[in-house]
């Protein structure tokens, strides 16, 4: 079946240190993003890319940074410089802009940094 | 800044009654609008959308109408079911402000249905 993973479901890690979180499509979309979702707040984006090879900030994107080196994989890294890094993860893709269709979503990282 | 707005946390209606959602938006370059349903741990999923051109749009038990002269939007869940107790957020976009990629999103409200 055609979706997004995102692995693991939980993250553990210790304060200083990066991490990596995974975000794979099958669905043949060319732009994916980040979220990130705390508690009473809504989505915030991190990162996006609309095509290969190229990405653009969000509206929180310091302390992360993404790479798109294949179409089908967006891997997030939250680096030791964010400061409030336990929060839910969400990566998302659409064929094009969301006028065309409506982002699909992954079913989350909660990561916990302690 | 918070462009889109949903002022109501939480919700709750008996099953079979109307749930009425409420998002209001702050940006006059949002010309798209869609509402999500998420479950805890989940992603969200989409559940229908309203281009500004119109003001209704309805798929199902689910309507969402659009006053752009108030800047809200509503969605409307009739009648309503248990399986729709999840948050419920309110999402924004606009092609002419460079954000055509991007969604812009309200806080959510938490909707429980009630036997």
């Known amino acids: 079946d055609g979706g997004i993973t995102q692995s693991p479901k939980y993250l553990f890690r210790k304060e200083g240190q990066n991490v990596t979180l995974s975000c794979e499509q099958n669905l043949n979309h060319d732009a994916m993003y980040w979220y990130r979702q705390d508690p009473g707040q809504g989505l915030r984006l991190i990162y996006y890319s609309q095509i290969v090879n190229d990405f653009q900030k969000g509206d929180i994107a310091e302390g992360y940074s993404v790479s798109r080196e294949k179409k089908e994989s967006f891997p997030l890294t939250v680096t030791s410089a964010q400061k409030n890094p336990t929060a839910f993860y969400l990566c998302?893709?659409?064929?094009?802009?969301?006028?065309?269709?409506?982002?699909?979503f992954g079913n989350g990282t909660r990561l916990t940094v302690t | 800044d918070q462009q889109v707005k949903q002022n109501s946390p939480s919700l709750s209606v008996q099953e079979g009654r109307i749930s009425i959602l409420n998002c209001d938006y702050t940006n006059s370059m949002f010309d798209y609008f869609l509402w999500y349903k998420k479950y805890p741990a989940e992603g969200p999923t989409f559940l229908i959308s309203i281009s500004s051109i119109k003001d209704k749009n309805e798929d199902g038990r689910f309507t969402v109408f659009l006053n752009k002269s108030a800047k809200h939007l509503s969605l409307h869940i009739v009648p309503s079911q248990p399986g729709d107790s999840a948050v419920y957020f309110c999402?924004?976009?606009?092609?002419?402000?460079?954000?055509?990629?991007?969604?812009?999103f309200g806080t959510g409200t938490r909707l429980q249905v009630t036997l």
């Open positions: 999402a924004a976009s606009g092609l002419n402000t460079g954000t055509a990629s991007k969604l812009t």
């Open positions: 998302a893709s659409s064929p094009g802009t969301v006028h065309n269709s409506p982002l699909h």
